[in-house]
């Protein structure tokens, strides 16, 4: 299986590193000096610098030349995929959705985006608790691979399976989606936390809180609780929600310590999906009759909002039951 990336940043730069272990591996980036740097150096120096890249990854800087691959895995930010997947050569070539978030206007997961572009594509999800620099330096890394056609889902678990990266099966695409958008923003939430200061207790409440937001939306879009409580949801949950390798909790760091988002947001060119995936979410949420009391605060927080009166308001919420 001829595997195709789309995206040259850290996870599709990973991800590549995944996928050479069984056979060469063309990943299409959009910066020139990223085909020059994977090409020239075996190295991604702007989004992956320090990891030394396989041979077997050749970039290229034309979507054309992804024609003919057996599989692409489409890691360009959620909410370019629908952009770069008009203008790439896909047919039914099956979309392996690597991006974590909400399409901004539309209010489409990553894998609706996918099938609006190339209708005949069959799609699968792959989500989990995954920081790209762990996964491309070979630590034991796992992961939820989504796809409701049972025969390529084990083909493409095959293909990139190796001792250092297991994937476990899934046919609940939308529930492997929705772990990896939600918990985004809950990430942004954690970091808050501790860059306020608010302790350890108020930490693990918000992580326990925030899976109760996300299953209560997962819910009403039709995933699994299963799925949700697995690696795509509460295991990337767990993973994002306590370490400042993840840009959406340094973010939320930034913020709580007094930052505005507008200055945290300015010129960075590494992504923080939570941000983008916030106000979306909340949309989706309101249409959906969900309380998300944790995603809304994270949207007055990057609305401007100080932190300070965002955790005030949230602690003064009316007491509930838990479910
Ligand atoms: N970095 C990680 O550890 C992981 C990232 N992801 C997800 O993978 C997706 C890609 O993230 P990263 O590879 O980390 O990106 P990154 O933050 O390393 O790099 C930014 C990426 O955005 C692309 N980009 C910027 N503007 C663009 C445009 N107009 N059109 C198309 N692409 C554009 C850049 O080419 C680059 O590939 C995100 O959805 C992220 O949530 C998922 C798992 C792990
Ligand atoms: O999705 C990720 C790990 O699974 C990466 O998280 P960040 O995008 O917050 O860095």
Request: glycine content about 12%; aromatic content about 4%; proline content about 5%.
């Amino acid at each position: 299986m001829k595997i195709g990336v789309i995206g040259g940043g850290a996870w599709g730069t990973a991800l590549a590193q995944v996928a050479a272990r069984g056979g060469d591996v063309l990943l299409w980036a959009r910066e020139p000096d990223v085909v020059e740097s994977i090409n020239g150096r075996h190295e991604n120096l702007t989004f992956l610098p320090g990891v030394p890249l396989s041979p077997d990854i050749r970039a290229t800087g034309l979507l054309a030349d992804l024609a003919g691959r057996d599989a692409l895995l489409v890691v360009a930010p959620a909410q370019h995929v629908g952009a770069v997947l008009e203008a790439t050569p896909v047919g039914r070539t099956p979309l392996v959705l690597c991006a974590k978030g909400i399409e901004a206007g539309t209010r489409r997961l990553v894998g609706e985006v996918a099938q609006a572009a190339h209708a005949e594509a069959p799609i699968a999800v792959l989500s989990g608790p995954t920081f790209a620099h762990e996964v491309a330096a070979g630590l034991p890394t796992a992961v939820t691979l989504a796809c409701a056609d049972d025969a390529l889902q084990a083909r493409l678990a095959g293909r990139l399976a190796s001792p250092s990266f297991r994937p476990y099966a899934s046919a609940d695409v939308i529930g492997a989606e929705i772990g990896g958008a939600v918990k985004n923003v809950l990430a942004i939430a954690c970091g808050v936390v501790e860059g306020a200061g608010l302790g350890q207790n108020a930490r693990a409440a918000l992580i326990a809180r925030g899976f109760a937001e996300m299953t209560r939306f997962g819910m009403a879009r039709g995933a699994r609780p299963e799925t949700l409580a697995g690696l795509s949801g509460l295991g990337d949950l767990v993973l994002t929600c306590s370490s400042t390798s993840s840009r959406n909790f340094s973010l939320g760091l930034g913020l709580g310590r007094g930052a505005r988002a507008i200055d945290l947001l300015a010129d960075r060119r590494t992504v923080a999906e939570g941000a983008f995936t916030a106000p979306v979410l909340a949309e989706a949420a309101a249409e959906a009759g969900v309380d998300m009391p944790i995603t809304a605060a994270v949207c007055r927080l990057l609305d401007g909002v100080p932190a300070r009166a965002v955790i005030d308001d949230l602690l003064a919420r009316p007491l509930r039951d838990e479910g």
